[in-house]
Protein backbone atom coordinates (compact mmCIF):
# COMPACT_ATOMS: atom_id res chain seq x y z
CA UNK A 1 0.00 0.00 0.00
CA UNK A 2 3.08 2.11 0.33
CA UNK A 3 2.92 4.95 -2.58
CA UNK A 4 -1.05 3.91 -3.61
CA UNK A 5 -3.76 6.50 -4.03
CA UNK A 6 -6.98 5.62 -2.01
CA UNK A 7 -9.47 7.02 -0.52
CA UNK A 8 -10.67 6.82 3.13
CA UNK A 9 -14.01 6.91 4.59
CA UNK A 10 -14.62 7.42 8.52
CA UNK A 11 -17.91 7.11 10.57
CA UNK A 12 -17.85 8.63 13.53
CA UNK A 13 -20.49 5.66 15.61
CA UNK A 14 -21.16 8.32 17.83
CA UNK A 15 -22.76 10.89 16.01
CA UNK A 16 -22.97 8.95 12.60
CA UNK A 17 -21.26 11.58 10.70
CA UNK A 18 -19.49 10.45 7.65
CA UNK A 19 -16.58 12.20 6.27
CA UNK A 20 -14.28 11.55 2.79
CA UNK A 21 -10.78 12.03 1.93
CA UNK A 22 -8.20 11.25 -0.64
CA UNK A 23 -5.37 9.54 1.12
CA UNK A 24 -1.44 8.66 -0.35
CA UNK A 25 1.17 6.72 2.04
CA UNK A 26 4.82 7.09 1.94
CA UNK A 27 5.56 5.03 4.78
CA UNK A 28 3.62 2.73 7.30
CA UNK A 29 3.68 5.42 9.79
CA UNK A 30 0.67 7.41 11.51
CA UNK A 31 0.71 10.55 9.45
CA UNK A 32 2.79 13.72 10.81
CA UNK A 33 0.63 16.52 9.75
CA UNK A 34 3.50 17.94 7.99
CA UNK A 35 4.28 18.16 4.39
CA UNK A 36 8.16 18.00 5.03
CA UNK A 37 10.38 14.79 4.88
CA UNK A 38 8.48 11.29 5.59
CA UNK A 39 4.60 12.33 5.89
CA UNK A 40 3.44 8.60 6.65
CA UNK A 41 -0.30 8.16 5.70
CA UNK A 42 -1.89 11.10 5.47
CA UNK A 43 -4.79 13.03 3.44
CA UNK A 44 -3.77 14.04 0.30
CA UNK A 45 -4.61 18.10 1.59
CA UNK A 46 -1.94 17.82 4.15
CA UNK A 47 0.40 18.10 1.42
CA UNK A 48 -1.05 19.41 -1.82
CA UNK A 49 -4.23 21.78 -0.21
CA UNK A 50 -6.45 19.94 -2.29
CA UNK A 51 -8.85 17.30 -2.31
CA UNK A 52 -10.25 15.53 -5.28
CA UNK A 53 -12.82 13.23 -3.99
CA UNK A 54 -16.25 14.10 -3.08
CA UNK A 55 -19.07 12.52 -0.63
CA UNK A 56 -22.53 11.69 -2.76
CA UNK A 57 -24.15 9.68 0.09
CA UNK A 58 -23.65 7.74 3.13
CA UNK A 59 -26.02 5.33 4.40
CA UNK A 60 -26.36 2.49 7.35
CA UNK A 61 -28.82 -0.04 6.88
CA UNK A 62 -29.35 -3.34 9.54
CA UNK A 63 -25.00 -2.11 10.07
CA UNK A 64 -24.47 -2.86 6.57
CA UNK A 65 -22.55 0.78 5.74
CA UNK A 66 -22.04 2.29 2.25
CA UNK A 67 -21.11 5.35 1.02
CA UNK A 68 -20.71 6.76 -2.59
CA UNK A 69 -18.25 9.11 -3.76
CA UNK A 70 -17.31 10.53 -7.08
CA UNK A 71 -13.46 11.80 -7.79
CA UNK A 72 -12.44 12.77 -11.68
CA UNK A 73 -10.85 10.31 -14.00
CA UNK A 74 -7.60 12.73 -14.24
CA UNK A 75 -6.53 15.03 -11.13
CA UNK A 76 -2.86 16.06 -12.74
CA UNK A 77 -0.74 15.52 -9.78
CA UNK A 78 1.49 13.33 -7.88
CA UNK A 79 -0.90 12.48 -4.98
CA UNK A 80 -3.34 10.97 -7.77
CA UNK A 81 -3.36 7.71 -10.05
CA UNK A 82 -4.85 8.90 -13.46
CA UNK A 83 -7.26 6.97 -14.78
CA UNK A 84 -5.77 6.81 -18.72
CA UNK A 85 -7.25 4.78 -22.25
CA UNK A 86 -3.69 2.80 -21.50
CA UNK A 87 -3.73 1.76 -17.90
CA UNK A 88 -7.47 1.40 -17.68
CA UNK A 89 -8.10 -2.60 -18.34
CA UNK A 90 -4.94 -2.91 -15.70
CA UNK A 91 -6.00 -1.05 -12.58
CA UNK A 92 -5.27 -3.06 -9.18
CA UNK A 93 -7.33 -2.53 -6.53
CA UNK A 94 -6.93 -2.41 -2.73
CA UNK A 95 -8.96 -2.06 0.37
CA UNK A 96 -8.40 -2.08 4.26
CA UNK A 97 -10.56 -1.12 7.55
CA UNK A 98 -9.80 -0.20 10.61
CA UNK A 99 -11.80 1.06 13.98
CA UNK A 100 -12.32 4.42 14.13
CA UNK A 101 -10.60 5.74 17.49
CA UNK A 102 -11.45 9.57 17.47
CA UNK A 103 -7.90 11.01 16.05
CA UNK A 104 -7.34 13.35 13.30
CA UNK A 105 -5.71 10.87 10.82
CA UNK A 106 -6.37 7.08 10.38
CA UNK A 107 -4.57 4.35 12.37
CA UNK A 108 -3.06 0.92 11.30
CA UNK A 109 -5.50 -0.95 9.44
CA UNK A 110 -6.75 -4.42 11.31
CA UNK A 111 -4.95 -7.80 10.12
CA UNK A 112 -5.66 -9.27 8.35
CA UNK A 113 -7.46 -6.79 5.99
CA UNK A 114 -9.51 -9.02 3.35
CA UNK A 115 -9.18 -8.11 -0.62
CA UNK A 116 -5.71 -6.85 0.25
CA UNK A 117 -4.32 -7.52 -2.79
CA UNK A 118 -6.92 -8.74 -4.46
CA UNK A 119 -6.64 -7.57 -8.12
CA UNK A 120 -9.77 -6.25 -10.07
CA UNK A 121 -9.40 -5.22 -13.69
CA UNK A 122 -11.69 -2.76 -14.81
CA UNK A 123 -13.92 -2.88 -17.57
CA UNK A 124 -12.35 -0.91 -21.09
CA UNK A 125 -15.46 0.86 -21.13
CA UNK A 126 -13.75 4.84 -20.39
CA UNK A 127 -16.50 5.41 -18.09
CA UNK A 128 -15.57 2.84 -16.11
CA UNK A 129 -19.32 0.87 -15.68
CA UNK A 130 -17.96 -2.51 -14.53
CA UNK A 131 -15.14 -4.26 -13.19
CA UNK A 132 -14.33 -7.42 -12.15
CA UNK A 133 -14.87 -8.35 -8.06
CA UNK A 134 -12.50 -9.55 -5.90
CA UNK A 135 -12.15 -13.28 -5.79
CA UNK A 136 -12.35 -13.45 -2.23
CA UNK A 137 -15.73 -15.22 -0.62
CA UNK A 138 -17.63 -13.78 1.67
CA UNK A 139 -19.05 -16.62 3.94
CA UNK A 140 -22.24 -17.21 3.53
CA UNK A 141 -24.60 -17.04 6.62
CA UNK A 142 -25.69 -20.12 8.17
CA UNK A 143 -29.61 -20.86 7.47
CA UNK A 144 -32.01 -20.60 10.62
CA UNK A 145 -34.11 -22.85 11.87
CA UNK A 146 -38.05 -23.42 10.75
CA UNK A 147 -39.22 -21.83 14.09
CA UNK A 148 -38.14 -21.42 17.35
CA UNK A 149 -39.63 -24.21 19.60
CA UNK A 150 -40.09 -21.70 22.80
CA UNK A 151 -42.41 -19.59 20.75
CA UNK A 152 -45.20 -21.81 20.50
CA UNK A 153 -47.84 -21.53 23.32
CA UNK A 154 -47.26 -24.95 24.77
CA UNK A 155 -44.33 -27.14 24.30
CA UNK A 156 -43.71 -30.27 26.42
CA UNK A 157 -39.91 -32.14 26.34
CA UNK A 158 -40.80 -35.97 25.29
CA UNK A 159 -37.19 -36.90 26.21
CA UNK A 160 -33.90 -34.08 26.60
CA UNK A 161 -33.78 -34.33 22.90
CA UNK A 162 -37.16 -34.07 21.45
CA UNK A 163 -39.66 -31.30 22.11
CA UNK A 164 -43.20 -31.01 20.96
CA UNK A 165 -44.72 -27.05 20.82
CA UNK A 166 -48.44 -26.19 19.83
CA UNK A 167 -51.09 -23.28 19.25
CA UNK A 168 -54.49 -23.44 19.11
CA UNK A 169 -56.23 -20.96 17.00
CA UNK A 170 -59.74 -18.77 17.08
CA UNK A 171 -60.25 -21.04 13.87
CA UNK A 172 -60.58 -24.55 16.32
CA UNK A 173 -57.14 -25.11 14.11
CA UNK A 174 -53.90 -26.83 15.70
CA UNK A 175 -50.46 -26.02 14.86
CA UNK A 176 -47.89 -28.13 16.06
CA UNK A 177 -43.96 -27.93 15.95
CA UNK A 178 -41.31 -31.01 16.67
CA UNK A 179 -38.09 -30.48 17.07
CA UNK A 180 -35.23 -33.60 17.73
CA UNK A 181 -31.99 -32.67 18.81
CA UNK A 182 -30.53 -35.81 17.13
CA UNK A 183 -29.72 -38.15 14.46
CA UNK A 184 -32.60 -40.54 13.81
CA UNK A 185 -36.31 -39.95 12.86
CA UNK A 186 -39.18 -38.85 15.03
CA UNK A 187 -43.12 -39.10 14.38
CA UNK A 188 -45.82 -37.05 16.17
CA UNK A 189 -49.33 -38.04 15.57
CA UNK A 190 -52.68 -38.84 17.18
CA UNK A 191 -54.87 -42.29 18.17
CA UNK A 192 -57.91 -41.84 16.70
CA UNK A 193 -59.72 -44.73 18.78
CA UNK A 194 -58.60 -42.48 22.05
CA UNK A 195 -57.14 -45.41 23.38
CA UNK A 196 -53.36 -44.55 22.84
CA UNK A 197 -52.68 -47.61 21.03
CA UNK A 198 -50.85 -46.57 17.58
CA UNK A 199 -53.42 -48.46 15.77
CA UNK A 200 -55.40 -47.25 14.73
CA UNK A 201 -54.25 -43.84 14.18
CA UNK A 202 -52.34 -41.48 12.25
CA UNK A 203 -48.71 -39.54 12.59
CA UNK A 204 -46.38 -36.85 11.02
CA UNK A 205 -42.96 -38.71 10.68
CA UNK A 206 -39.60 -36.65 9.18
CA UNK A 207 -37.03 -38.78 8.71
CA UNK A 208 -33.58 -36.83 9.87
CA UNK A 209 -35.55 -33.57 8.22
CA UNK A 210 -34.43 -35.39 4.95
CA UNK A 211 -38.11 -36.01 4.78
CA UNK A 212 -41.74 -35.78 5.75
CA UNK A 213 -45.16 -37.33 5.59
CA UNK A 214 -48.34 -37.97 6.65
CA UNK A 215 -49.05 -41.81 7.64
CA UNK A 216 -52.23 -43.58 8.26
CA UNK A 217 -51.24 -46.52 10.89
CA UNK A 218 -53.66 -49.27 9.89
CA UNK A 219 -52.16 -52.24 11.19
CA UNK A 220 -48.45 -53.13 12.94
CA UNK A 221 -47.35 -54.63 9.44
CA UNK A 222 -46.46 -51.07 8.24
CA UNK A 223 -47.96 -47.50 7.95
CA UNK A 224 -49.09 -45.55 4.71
CA UNK A 225 -48.10 -42.79 3.32
CA UNK A 226 -51.05 -40.43 2.27
CA UNK A 227 -50.32 -38.07 -0.50
CA UNK A 228 -49.73 -34.92 1.06
CA UNK A 229 -48.62 -32.81 3.91
CA UNK A 230 -50.85 -30.19 4.54
CA UNK A 231 -49.98 -26.97 6.13
CA UNK A 232 -46.26 -28.59 6.40
CA UNK A 233 -42.66 -27.94 5.83
CA UNK A 234 -39.52 -29.65 7.53
CA UNK A 235 -35.56 -28.76 7.92
CA UNK A 236 -32.39 -30.16 9.67
CA UNK A 237 -30.24 -27.53 10.91
CA UNK A 238 -26.96 -28.63 11.98
CA UNK A 239 -28.05 -31.80 13.42
CA UNK A 240 -31.38 -29.83 14.74
CA UNK A 241 -34.44 -31.94 13.04
CA UNK A 242 -37.54 -29.69 12.43
CA UNK A 243 -41.36 -29.75 11.03
CA UNK A 244 -44.46 -28.46 12.17
CA UNK A 245 -48.12 -29.35 10.28
CA UNK A 246 -51.27 -27.23 10.64
CA UNK A 247 -54.56 -29.75 11.78
CA UNK A 248 -58.24 -28.96 12.18
CA UNK A 249 -59.86 -30.08 15.47
CA UNK A 250 -62.58 -31.73 13.23
CA UNK A 251 -60.01 -33.76 11.63
CA UNK A 252 -58.14 -35.10 14.89
CA UNK A 253 -61.04 -35.78 17.27
CA UNK A 254 -62.87 -37.93 15.28
CA UNK A 255 -63.58 -40.54 18.17
CA UNK A 256 -64.62 -40.84 21.27
CA UNK A 257 -64.98 -38.01 23.90
CA UNK A 258 -63.42 -35.23 20.84
CA UNK A 259 -62.87 -33.08 23.81
CA UNK A 260 -59.63 -30.63 22.80
CA UNK A 261 -58.79 -30.79 26.93
CA UNK A 262 -58.11 -34.60 26.23
CA UNK A 263 -56.56 -35.03 23.19
CA UNK A 264 -54.85 -38.66 22.76
CA UNK A 265 -51.50 -38.41 20.98
CA UNK A 266 -48.88 -40.74 20.33
CA UNK A 267 -45.00 -40.60 19.34
CA UNK A 268 -42.09 -43.08 18.48
CA UNK A 269 -38.75 -42.11 17.67
CA UNK A 270 -35.29 -44.00 16.30
CA UNK A 271 -31.76 -42.14 17.33
CA UNK A 272 -29.95 -45.51 15.97
CA UNK A 273 -31.73 -45.35 12.30
CA UNK A 274 -32.19 -42.20 10.13
CA UNK A 275 -34.57 -44.23 7.99
CA UNK A 276 -38.11 -45.48 9.40
CA UNK A 277 -38.10 -48.92 11.06
CA UNK A 278 -39.33 -50.59 14.26
CA UNK A 279 -38.86 -48.76 17.05
CA UNK A 280 -38.27 -49.96 20.50
CA UNK A 281 -41.19 -50.19 22.90
CA UNK A 282 -39.02 -47.71 25.07
CA UNK A 283 -39.08 -44.98 22.31
CA UNK A 284 -42.72 -44.47 22.02
CA UNK A 285 -45.69 -43.39 24.09
CA UNK A 286 -48.91 -41.62 24.35
CA UNK A 287 -50.00 -38.64 25.67
CA UNK A 288 -53.15 -36.72 27.00
CA UNK A 289 -52.92 -33.27 26.27
CA UNK A 290 -55.35 -30.38 26.89
CA UNK A 291 -54.58 -27.76 23.96
CA UNK A 292 -56.54 -25.11 26.12
CA UNK A 293 -54.24 -25.25 28.92
CA UNK A 294 -51.09 -27.11 28.07
CA UNK A 295 -51.72 -30.01 30.59
CA UNK A 296 -50.33 -33.21 29.60
CA UNK A 297 -51.01 -36.40 31.56
CA UNK A 298 -48.20 -39.30 30.06
CA UNK A 299 -50.37 -42.32 29.38
CA UNK A 300 -49.20 -45.70 30.58
CA UNK A 301 -50.42 -47.86 27.16
CA UNK A 302 -47.97 -50.76 28.35
CA UNK A 303 -49.39 -52.00 31.33
CA UNK A 304 -50.86 -55.18 29.57
CA UNK A 305 -47.33 -56.03 28.71
CA UNK A 306 -45.89 -55.44 31.88
CA UNK A 307 -48.73 -57.80 33.52
CA UNK A 308 -47.69 -60.29 30.62
CA UNK A 309 -44.16 -59.69 31.99
CA UNK A 310 -44.88 -60.38 35.98
CA UNK A 311 -47.04 -63.55 34.99
CA UNK A 312 -44.51 -65.18 32.75
CA UNK A 313 -41.82 -64.47 35.16
CA UNK A 314 -44.85 -65.73 38.26
CA UNK A 315 -45.22 -68.98 36.36
CA UNK A 316 -42.12 -69.87 34.87
CA UNK A 317 -39.96 -68.76 37.09
CA UNK A 318 -41.12 -69.75 40.40
CA UNK A 319 -44.34 -71.93 40.08
CA UNK A 320 -43.03 -74.50 37.45
CA UNK A 321 -39.25 -74.45 38.54
CA UNK A 322 -40.65 -75.19 42.40
CA UNK A 323 -42.90 -78.21 40.76
CA UNK A 324 -40.24 -79.55 38.39
CA UNK A 325 -37.86 -79.62 41.86
CA UNK A 326 -40.68 -81.20 43.79
CA UNK A 327 -41.11 -83.90 41.19
CA UNK A 328 -37.40 -84.94 40.56
CA UNK A 329 -36.05 -84.48 44.33
CA UNK A 330 -38.90 -85.11 46.74
CA UNK A 331 -40.44 -88.33 46.02
CA UNK A 332 -38.46 -90.24 49.01
CA UNK A 333 -38.91 -87.41 51.46
CA UNK A 334 -42.72 -86.63 51.16
CA UNK A 335 -44.02 -90.08 49.53
CA UNK A 336 -46.88 -89.77 47.56
CA UNK A 337 -47.33 -85.73 48.67
CA UNK A 338 -45.05 -85.12 46.20
CA UNK A 339 -47.33 -85.92 43.12
CA UNK A 340 -50.28 -84.03 44.67
CA UNK A 341 -47.54 -80.58 45.36
CA UNK A 342 -46.66 -81.65 41.62
CA UNK A 343 -50.00 -81.53 39.98
CA UNK A 344 -51.70 -78.34 42.19
CA UNK A 345 -48.69 -75.97 41.22
CA UNK A 346 -48.63 -77.26 37.88
CA UNK A 347 -51.93 -76.46 37.31
CA UNK A 348 -51.62 -73.12 38.76
CA UNK A 349 -48.38 -72.35 36.54
CA UNK A 350 -50.41 -73.61 33.85
CA UNK A 351 -53.50 -71.22 34.38
CA UNK A 352 -51.03 -68.17 34.66
CA UNK A 353 -48.97 -69.08 32.09
CA UNK A 354 -52.02 -69.13 29.93
CA UNK A 355 -53.16 -65.80 30.98
CA UNK A 356 -50.01 -64.19 30.55
CA UNK A 357 -49.89 -65.63 26.90
CA UNK A 358 -53.69 -64.68 26.42
CA UNK A 359 -52.15 -61.10 27.38
CA UNK A 360 -49.83 -60.51 25.22
CA UNK A 361 -52.11 -61.66 21.86
CA UNK A 362 -54.40 -59.55 22.46
CA UNK A 363 -52.10 -56.72 23.31
CA UNK A 364 -49.33 -57.31 20.53
CA UNK A 365 -50.83 -57.60 17.38
CA UNK A 366 -47.28 -58.39 16.12
CA UNK A 367 -47.93 -62.22 14.67
CA UNK A 368 -44.78 -63.49 16.76
CA UNK A 369 -42.77 -61.38 14.35
CA UNK A 370 -39.60 -61.38 16.85
CA UNK A 371 -37.38 -64.12 18.79
CA UNK A 372 -39.12 -63.70 21.87
CA UNK A 373 -42.54 -63.89 20.21
CA UNK A 374 -41.53 -67.10 17.73
CA UNK A 375 -39.65 -68.85 20.97
CA UNK A 376 -42.39 -67.52 23.06
CA UNK A 377 -44.96 -69.51 21.03
CA UNK A 378 -42.91 -72.96 20.86
CA UNK A 379 -43.04 -72.90 24.48
CA UNK A 380 -46.27 -72.53 24.44
CA UNK A 381 -47.36 -75.25 22.69
CA UNK A 382 -45.03 -77.67 24.44
CA UNK A 383 -45.97 -76.31 27.87
CA UNK A 384 -49.95 -77.20 26.64
CA UNK A 385 -48.69 -80.36 25.23
CA UNK A 386 -46.95 -81.69 28.62
CA UNK A 387 -50.16 -82.09 30.98
CA UNK A 388 -50.99 -84.58 28.41
CA UNK A 389 -47.93 -86.50 28.06
CA UNK A 390 -47.97 -86.41 31.86
CA UNK A 391 -52.00 -87.62 32.27
CA UNK A 392 -50.78 -90.58 29.72
CA UNK A 393 -47.74 -90.84 32.18
CA UNK A 394 -50.40 -91.79 35.13
CA UNK A 395 -52.72 -93.05 33.54
CA UNK A 396 -49.71 -95.94 32.33
CA UNK A 397 -47.71 -95.98 35.49
CA UNK A 398 -46.97 -99.88 36.75
CA UNK A 399 -45.60 -99.80 39.98
CA UNK A 400 -43.78 -102.97 38.80
CA UNK A 401 -42.11 -102.18 35.82
CA UNK A 402 -38.68 -102.91 35.86
CA UNK A 403 -37.54 -99.73 34.06
CA UNK A 404 -38.93 -96.51 33.24
CA UNK A 405 -40.11 -96.29 29.48
CA UNK A 406 -39.33 -93.54 27.18
CA UNK A 407 -43.53 -93.13 26.28
CA UNK A 408 -45.05 -91.52 28.14
CA UNK A 409 -42.34 -90.86 31.64
CA UNK A 410 -39.15 -90.26 29.83
CA UNK A 411 -40.95 -88.33 27.03
CA UNK A 412 -42.72 -86.10 29.96
CA UNK A 413 -39.48 -85.67 31.85
CA UNK A 414 -37.41 -84.10 28.27
CA UNK A 415 -40.55 -81.92 27.59
CA UNK A 416 -41.06 -80.59 30.73
CA UNK A 417 -37.43 -79.31 31.38
CA UNK A 418 -37.12 -78.34 27.50
CA UNK A 419 -39.98 -76.43 27.99
CA UNK A 420 -38.46 -74.49 31.22
CA UNK A 421 -34.93 -73.81 30.01
CA UNK A 422 -36.70 -72.39 26.76
CA UNK A 423 -38.96 -70.14 29.07
CA UNK A 424 -36.40 -68.86 31.02
CA UNK A 425 -33.98 -68.04 27.88
CA UNK A 426 -37.36 -66.04 26.58
CA UNK A 427 -37.86 -64.23 29.71
CA UNK A 428 -34.18 -62.45 29.36
CA UNK A 429 -34.78 -61.99 25.42
CA UNK A 430 -38.66 -60.45 26.54
CA UNK A 431 -36.69 -57.80 29.02
CA UNK A 432 -34.59 -56.73 26.15
CA UNK A 433 -37.32 -56.44 23.56
CA UNK A 434 -39.19 -54.11 26.10
CA UNK A 435 -36.22 -52.07 26.88
CA UNK A 436 -37.05 -52.55 30.64
CA UNK A 437 -35.14 -50.23 33.42
CA UNK A 438 -32.01 -51.97 34.79
CA UNK A 439 -33.70 -52.75 38.35
CA UNK A 440 -35.70 -55.34 36.41
CA UNK A 441 -32.18 -56.29 34.49
CA UNK A 442 -31.03 -56.79 37.97
CA UNK A 443 -34.05 -58.59 39.88
CA UNK A 444 -34.36 -61.00 37.59
CA UNK A 445 -30.52 -61.72 37.40
CA UNK A 446 -30.19 -61.95 41.23
CA UNK A 447 -33.55 -64.38 40.74
CA UNK A 448 -32.07 -66.81 38.15
CA UNK A 449 -29.10 -67.01 39.76
CA UNK A 450 -30.81 -67.91 43.28
CA UNK A 451 -32.95 -70.33 41.52
CA UNK A 452 -30.20 -72.24 39.39
CA UNK A 453 -28.10 -72.33 42.63
CA UNK A 454 -31.07 -73.93 44.86
CA UNK A 455 -31.73 -76.41 41.83
CA UNK A 456 -28.06 -77.60 41.83
CA UNK A 457 -28.04 -77.92 45.98
CA UNK A 458 -30.87 -79.51 45.40
CA UNK A 459 -29.54 -82.37 43.22
CA UNK A 460 -26.38 -82.64 44.80
CA UNK A 461 -27.78 -83.61 48.02
CA UNK A 462 -30.15 -85.82 46.64
CA UNK A 463 -27.71 -87.16 44.64
CA UNK A 464 -25.42 -87.98 47.89
CA UNK A 465 -28.55 -89.62 49.45
CA UNK A 466 -29.27 -91.86 46.94
CA UNK A 467 -25.78 -92.87 47.53
CA UNK A 468 -25.93 -93.64 51.11
Known sequence: MIGADYIVATRNPSTGATTIKDYFSDSKRPCTGSSSGVMGTCPVEVASGRTATTLV??????NQYTFEFTRP?????????SFTNTNITNIFMLSAF??????????????PSPYTTDTAVLATNPGLSACVPPTTTVPTPAPSLLFNIKSYNFTYAIRDFITVGWNLTGNNTVSFGVQ?????????????????????????ISNNGESAGRYNLNNYDGAVLQSGLPDADFLTVNGVSQYRFRRSLSDILTSGTADPTKLITIYAFSTSNTVVSRHSESDSGSLQINLLTGEIVSIDDKKLIKAHGWLMWIGWGVLVPLAAAIARFMKKTIGVWWF???????LLALAVIIAGFGIIVNESREHFETSHARLGLATFILAMIQPIVGFIADRMFDPNRDKTPFFPDILHWIFGWSALVMALVNIWLGIDLYDSPQVIWILWGIHFALMTLILIVWAVVNQVSSAH
Open 340 to 346: RLHIILM
Open 98 to 111: GEYDGEEYIGKHLT
Open 73 to 81: RVVGDAWHV
Open 57 to 62: SAENVN
Open 180 to 204: MSSRGWIGFGFSKDNSGSMVPGEAF
